[in-house]
């Protein structure tokens, strides 16, 4: 990688990104970055009245649904360090190979509420926006390529995206995730 000419440091030093063990590379710190680039877009296309949007809804999307995934990926890497706390193992998630967001989802909510009650009701407020997603996008391909493996297009039955009730689901979405995350950080602390 020394010699890579397209991913290098370069001046002016403030345009380098710090990457891997020169940074804070877990699944929460990923996903923020794919909220941001999704919200950026997401921003452009409302503040332009819809400038480019039949182009950019797609990596919309896809930047949400990843940063969903990793989001929960977080999570659940989360509440197994409580679980050890806790003593109560957890049965073993397969987080790399997994990108079902519903399988995931479930996972989560399944054995938060085991861990602690106080789960329940954050689960509640995230289940429908999450299980939105998870419909339309269970494996992250919908928003990635027009057609599935099986030559289907995809979206076929949806036709439009209302990107002004994107925003504001996505960014109650966000918001709720972020409570998820540091109720979980709250109880490895007590």
């Given amino acids: 990688f020394m010699n890579n000419q397209t991913f290098k440091g370069a001046d002016p030093t403030w345009a380098n990104a710090c990457v891997g063990d020169n940074g804070y590379p877990n699944y929460i710190e990923y996903s923020k970055g ?9 921003n452009y296309v409302l503040n332009s009245k819809g400038e480019n949007i039949d182009h950019l809804i797609y990596p919309i999307c896809f930047n949400m649904r990843h940063s969903i995934e990793l989001r929960l990926k977080g999570a ?3 509440i197994t360090k409580l679980s050890k706390i806790k003593k109560t193992p957890l049965p073993t998630f ?3 190979g997994s990108h079902n967001i519903g399988n995931i989802w479930t996972y989560f909510k399944k054995n938060a509420n085991l861990l602690d009650i106080r789960f329940t009701k954050l689960n509640k407020v995230l289940n429908n926006t999450i299980s939105d ?3 339309i996008d269970p494996t992250g391909q919908t ?3 027009p057609n ?3 030559k289907q297009q ?3 039955e949806q036709k439009v995206i209302n990107c002004v009730a994107l925003k504001s689901k996505f960014a109650e979405l966000e918001h709720n995730l972020d409570d998820l995350i540091r ?3 709250s109880l490895i602390d007590e």
Avoid at 34 to 42: H, I
């Fill in 34 to 42: 794919y909220s941001k680039a999704s919200n950026l877009l997401l």
């Fill in 76 to 78: 659940i890497e989360e």
């Fill in 94 to 96: 397969d987080l790399i």
């Fill in 133 to 135: 997603f998870a419909n």
């Fill in 143 to 145: 928003f990635r390529y």
């Fill in 148 to 150: 599935s493996n099986a």
């Fill in 154 to 156: 995809h979206l076929t």
């Fill in 183 to 185: 109720l979980t950080e």
